[in-house]
T-cell receptor, first 111, second 113 residues
């Protein structure tokens, strides 16, 4: 089993739709969680951190469920510019710098 | 401007010819790491460094070397590249701490023939 798993998609949605991605992690000792966005052939960039209390940034909402060991990302009112690959990342907190990334979920938003 | 700079951006080389991919960051970050990204496999960590002269293996270190002689630089060395090392490589850096953002370089697309 992979340490961090995501549905690869692709998710094809119309503009204005709400779409949700989940990401599961296997190590219960994981301590910090993130969503990154990666445009085609570009470097990943931080979209948002995921806190235990959940957090929201405009149309984006991230949540953490420690009991079930998953994080989620909800995008409301999808825009064409949201088309990208979304990577979840989990920091194992083992005293070093060990961040594990999921393989990414591809999103296509269509007009 | 805060950034992570990798060079070269694109490289085609032949099997067995030693190469180095440079990575430099100007944010005074303690942590730096190298990842490779392959279709369907996501980002896999090759090596990471917690500070100067402190490096450790990630998940896929075979065939790679790194060094951290200065805080800002973290070169990736392929002593004898092979075709299975054809990939997209990213260098990343972050400040110390768990909930800190990783900043990535623009990537190096390596092809080994």
């Amino acid at each position: 089993r992979k340490e961090v798993e995501q549905d690869p998609g692709p998710f094809n949605v119309p503009e204005g739709a709400t779409v949700a991605f989940n990401c599961t992690y296997s190590n219960s000792a994981s301590q910090s969680f993130f969503w990154y966005r990666q445009d085609c052939r570009k470097e990943p960039k931080l979209l948002m951190s995921v806190y235990s209390s959940g957090n929201e940034d405009g149309r984006f909402t991230a949540q953490l469920n420690r009991a079930s060991q998953y994080i989620s990302l909800l995008i409301r009112d999808s825009k064409l510019s949201d088309s990208a690959t979304y990577l979840c990342a989990v920091n194992m907190g083992t005293g070093g710098f060990k961040t594990i990334f999921g393989a990414g979920t591809r999103l296509f938003v269509k007009a | 401007e805060a950034q992570v700079t990798q060079n070269p951006r694109y490289l085609i080389t032949v099997t067995g010819k030693k190469l180095t991919v440079t990575c430099s960051q100007n944010m005074n970050h303690e942590y730096m790491s190298w990842y490779r990204q392959d279709p369907g496999l996501g980002l896999r960590q090759i090596y990471y460094s917690m500070n100067v002269e402190v490096t450790d293996k990630g998940d896929v270190p075979e065939g790679y070397k790194v060094s951290r002689k200065e805080k800002r630089n973290f070169p990736l060395i392929l002593e004898s590249p092979s075709p299975n090392q054809t990939s997209l490589y990213f260098c990343a850096s972050s400040a110390q701490g768990l909930n800190t953002e990783a900043f990535f370089g623009q990537g190096t697309r390596l092809t080994v023939v």
